[in-house]
């Protein structure tokens, strides 16, 4: 249950300014399929648009890091910053770049690795070594 | 500062189990530097142990996931923990293993985005879409 | 699924302690309806009561930021901390004190930028300026 | 101590693309100083572009949130997710955009408020209930 | 719904390093029942038993702190780090070790005082005590 | 630094509201040392009765918990929120209590597995066993 409506096709047929965005968004995707995520931040068409182009800028483009990797990455984050929405859609996401199950496996384990030695390090207050300053 | 004591190398000289993790820590990293986080977690020989020995089986052993996707996938985690010491030593790590700038400036890129994302979906509550179901 | 009972109203009439504090938050909120947060706290009459009173004290009292602001801001910390339930009842409450679909679409990129801010901020670790010092 | 290097003045002069950005905060804040968070993003001038467009559309711009509520709904956020920085920047913001120290004490109590109750759901795990539900 | 199987008895049959695992699970607890979590960790067996064995070098083993506190104290964690699943389960273990509605009605009371706290200390950065510094 | 004034001694002499608190906390620990929480708290006399008054209904009466116990899950859950000050000043708290160097390596052992097992289990968004479930 969303805290805000959820604009359906119908919809968003009538707002030129929505409707450009899941255009590109299923002309870039090469899919039919919008998900839920742009249909709740089509309330508000210029934060739509912001978000869209930004996640093109930023996830789409080729760039130094492959697209499988990104994926990963975004599911690192969204995993400690506990979105369940967002670890689905991007473990989808990760999956349609070709990501296995040993490599699904490897990714959960060294995600829970981080949150471990993370916590380890934050309950003992662990001083920085100077020897990992960036110069 | 940490909550707990860091042992120096005369101390973890006379702790057996202790030397035993820091020499296993110093041929494995073909280094004598040993961080930190080990002079801490020494105070307890039996964790130090456990947590190095998962520690060289997730980030160290040869697998699915290259090295530098593994550091940069513990940065990510480390960045939403907000753990500032795992976010320097991973940053050392990612760079000793070849992580360029651009890399770098992407992976922070991703990981920003990922916050904002994370932030949109939850204040939303958007619903999963039964796309992302796993069959 | 709750991991305590929720207690309702029979029940509560038999519990003195309990008894009163719904009375006041029926009479403080001008509405019949007791939220399913108060009726698990009720398995605690003492902190049921430490809890509702610091409510009316913080949230309900006039002061010098306004009723919907307040709401907004508890919006703010909820979906950081991503407590579905809180997110929930806060918007509701945001919406009964007259939040509008434009300020309501505003809080939620708000809260989004400063989720991307904060991870950017986090993962680069900016230090401080000076000029941000308090004096 | 930052993961990435802080460009300063003489630096940003030979970037075009980042010299742009930097006179556009200038002109838009109408003071010289440029804070560090945009010294380390500008190692990625688009991503500088991309981050500053976004908090001038949603910061910057007149709407239907008050300048000073969204820089407390800033630090609400930032306070939740940890980030200092942010902490410091925003709450210099909001006292340049007139929050007196009455507010700023209610605020604290807001977030520490929202802080409880948010840990008090998620321990009890308190089920929604249905008059939450948006229609 | 899950991002990975949960694996079966039946399958687990088949797989003779989840079957070990398993058995010493069921063995440890004195039970038959295995819950999602090792069925979902079963899809990579050497992860599932690093952390089995690590599970139970630090919860199962008696040791300096007892049993329930140790309960307590992983429903803490769990609670602050947002983990739906891992508050239900260990709330169960808790009850499971003689945890009394007493008991848990201050445990939760300590978590939502923490997590106010930890948010008020926030806000303001208060800044360390020397007197808290360890010698 | 904070972003709000730490009261001194001789200031908080001339705000009753504010000593009454200051000498109650001296009383109740028997200590003249006031930490500089509550020396931030005092900008908002109200809110710093508030928060001590819960503190010590929490804290400080003896109850079903014990106060080494108390201090432990404060901990805790200040570890997985990242409170620096808190667990700095709750780690001196709980060895003023008798915490031995054994019960804080234990302790930290126990954060860190949870702190695991909380992305494991969100990282492959493990459902509920009906098992879990409270009558």
Redesign the interface.
Known sequence: ??????LGDAEVEKIPAVKAVFDDIRATRKSD?V???WR??A??P??LK??WE??K???VVD???DPL??E??????????????????H??AARAKGM??????????????????????????????P????K
Not at 107 to 129: C, E, K, R, Y
Not at 131 to 134: A, T
């Open positions: 249950m969303a805290t805000t409506r959820l399929f998900n839920n995520f709740g931040l309330n508000d210029a934060a912001r978000v930004q996640l800028a930023v996830m760039s130094a890091i990797t990104k990963m990455i975004y599911i690192a984050v969204s995993t400690a910053n506990g979105c369940s929405y967002c670890i689905h859609s473990t989808a296995t199950d040993a490599q699904h496996g490897e990714l959960v384990s060294i995600i829970g690795l981080a949150g471990q030695t993370n916590h380890l390090v934050t309950a003992m207050q662990i001083p920085l070594d020897q990992f300053e960036v």
